[in-house]
């Protein structure tokens, strides 16, 4: 069983920046998959990012590419992402995935554990 913890979200300015991070339990955290993902009220979860196991690939949503970066640290079973040039259409809650196979994904159902979500809003 893996736990997901996130941290960072709160409010900005269009243009600001946040760093979101995601701390793992568990001694398998540097086999998995991670990824983010986030939901605005009355829409559906989209995918943002992911990044394999070694951290060696990282993909991202058309929206957030240039702007977010996805990264591992697995010594500390954290992964973060660094949001910049926020906009107010990123405004959502922020999730942390974790998936089981070491490959990235950009699929929801293909990830195992959850985190609570953390708010980002980013106002005009």
């Known amino acids: 069983q893996v736990q997901l913890v996130e941290s960072g979200g709160g409010l900005e300015q269009a243009g600001g920046s946040l760093r979101l991070s995601c701390a793992a339990s568990?001694?398998?955290?540097?086999?998995?998959?991670m990824g983010w993902f986030r939901q605005a009220p009355g829409k559906e979860r989209e995918f943002v990012a992911s990044?394999?196991?070694?951290?060696?690939?990282?993909y991202y949503a058309d929206s957030v590419k240039g702007r977010f970066t996805i990264s591992r640290d697995n010594a500390k079973n954290t992964v973060d992402l660094l949001m910049n040039s926020l906009k107010p259409e990123d405004t959502a809650v922020y999730y942390c995935?974790?998936?089981?196979?070491?490959?990235?994904?950009?699929?929801?159902?293909?990830?195992?554990?959850w985190g609570q979500g953390t708010q980002v809003t980013v106002s005009s």
């Open positions: 568990g001694r398998t955290f540097s086999s998995y998959a």
């Open positions: 995935a974790a998936r089981k196979s070491g490959y990235y994904s950009a699929m929801s159902y293909n990830y195992d554990y």
């Open positions: 990044i394999n196991w070694s951290g060696g690939i990282t």
